[in-house]
């Protein structure tokens, strides 16, 4: 197994992020009042001193509040303050789940959303949003802990400016750059998908496993795309070829020039979605290359093939949502059950129910709702040892019952195995090799990926 430099995860230490922003909110649910508990009286008969009795931990009386931070969005639904779409909804079901096995602290976990819709319900990243949005979910929903939110400069833009000084975790079931791992955070970012480390790291083994022996790597030149293309050299044996772009120009025509002068087996793509239309289109258009594709996880969607049906027989790598356990058809057909249609095979549901999931256990054996104490107990429920529960209803409730019965337990995830180090991030996670075949997307083969080795 390939081991992991530190070259791509220093590359991004010097950048810098803002914090300004406006947002709305939700009203939340009124707090119930638990029912005083009687003290019983002393006996009167005993001439002995009374012997001291432990003192029981107090049921918190304030539900736990949970702010989902631009998971609708990630969507491109155009809404305000909703929970559309499958990511958003994900996280509902898991919320569901929970609730409908007692709550935590019996009570129930309350959901706040809050979102930012550019035009036609789709943006960039605005770090400054993020964290005033997040700072909102706080102050005004009382949320005691955060998912979300998309992209990896909003979300090290919270953790430094909200997480780390208010003592609220935050888990992003998105966000993928090395620049989160080296956030000083004070431990309170987590995220439930694996490293785009992890991400170049599979691609060079499919690059190698393809034969290739000289790639062309095109990557956007901001914190994400750097790290990708110094991750690949760093894995891939053979020769790489790196042309950066800057994003949103019309054409790219001048730097696919740039990558094929060196003559290149194959274009590996590492730039946004949007931004690969317009480079694939220049590659293909302009008879660049001997068009071998190298694709990331973001690539895999239909809309990709139906606008380049060029790139037939292409291939690719994800790392969302292939974590085989017991869970296995149960989580599908708990979302079908509750949603009435097919469960999201895409990025990022399934890591946005394990985020929830998480959380929850987390306060329920922490036994608070206090920011420090639920980010302590995160890797401790998610983490061996203990007993093993699949992220799915009946393993939710079976963790509950466990945890209020003081039993230690392991969350396996949906997406991954949740076992986090100390920065935060996913250790194992499964790795999908992917094809465009007639016209579709086919999985070729999935196996499973180990950061620590």
């Known amino acids: 197994m390939a081991t992991f430099s530190m070259a791509a995860k220093a590359a991004l230490l010097a950048i810098g992020l803002l914090a300004v922003g406006a947002a709305c909110s939700s ?9 005083p508990t009687a003290t019983p009286a002393p006996t009167p008969t005993s001439t002995l001193a009374p012997m001291p009795t432990a003192t029981p931990t107090p049921v918190p009386v304030t539900p736990l509040r ?12 155009v809404h305000h303050n909703r929970a559309d779409g499958p990511i958003a909804r994900a996280a509902l079901l898991a ?3 929970v609730n409908d096995a007692g709550g935590v602290f019996g009570l129930p976990v309350e959901a706040h959303f809050l979102d930012t819709d550019g ?24 949320s005691h802990a955060l998912i979300g939110p998309l992209y990896s400069t909003d979300t090290a833009a919270v953790a430094l400016e909200v997480a780390a000084p208010r003592q609220i975790p935050v888990i992003s079931p998105i966000s993928s750059s090395p620049l989160l791992t080296t956030l000083e955070d004070d431990g309170f970012v987590f995220r439930t998908t694996l490293s785009t480390i992890a991400e170049a790291d599979a691609i060079a083994r499919l690059a ?17 795309g750097r790290p990708v293309d110094l991750a690949f050299e760093d894995h891939f044996d053979g020769k790489t070829t790196s042309v950066p772009i800057k994003l949103e120009q019309e054409s790219y025509h001048e730097e696919t020039l740039a990558a094929e002068a060196h003559d290149p087996d194959a274009v590996m793509i590492a730039t946004s979605v949007q931004d690969s239309y317009t480079v694939i289109h220049n590659i293909i258009e302009e008879g660049h290359f001997n068009e071998n594709f190298l694709l990331m996880g973001h690539h895999k969607r239909a809309a990709v093939i139906e606008r380049h049906p060029e790139l037939e027989g292409a291939k690719g790598v994800a790392l969302y949502g292939h974590h085989v356990t017991e869970a296995e058809g149960h989580w599908e057909e708990d ?26 256990l987390a306060a329920e054996y922490a036994g608070s709702v206090d920011g420090a104490a639920i980010r302590d107990a995160l890797p401790i429920v998610a983490g061996p ?8 209803s009946a393993g939710v409730k079976g963790a509950l019952a466990a945890v209020r019965n003081g039993q230690d337990i392991d969350l396996d995830g949906e997406a991954t195995s949740l076992d986090w180090d100390a920065n935060g991030d996913i250790t194992v996670g499964g790795v999908e090799v992917w094809q465009f075949q007639n016209g ?6 999935v196996y499973e990926i180990d950061i620590r080795e």
């Open 27 to 35: 009203e939340p649910t009124p707090t119930p009042t638990p029912a």
């Open 66 to 77: 949970i702010g989902m931070l631009d998971l609708a969005r990630t969507d491109h639904i």
């Open 95 to 97: 919320i569901k789940h």
């Open 119 to 142: 035009e036609d319900g789709a943006r960039g990243p605005d770090s400054a949003a993020a964290v005033e949005h997040a700072q909102r979910l706080i102050d005004e929903e009382g």
């Open 208 to 224: 190698e496993d393809e034969g290739y022996r000289h790639v062309a790597v095109i990557y956007q030149d901001d914190y994400w």
């Open 335 to 360: 979302y079908t059950a509750v949603y009435g249609e097919e469960a999201p095979h895409g990025p990022y549901p399934r890591e946005s129910y394990d985020a929830a999931i998480a959380i929850m």
């Open 385 to 392: 040892p203990g007993i093993r529960f699949p992220a799915s």
């Open 440 to 445: 579709g997307i086919v999985s070729l083969r």
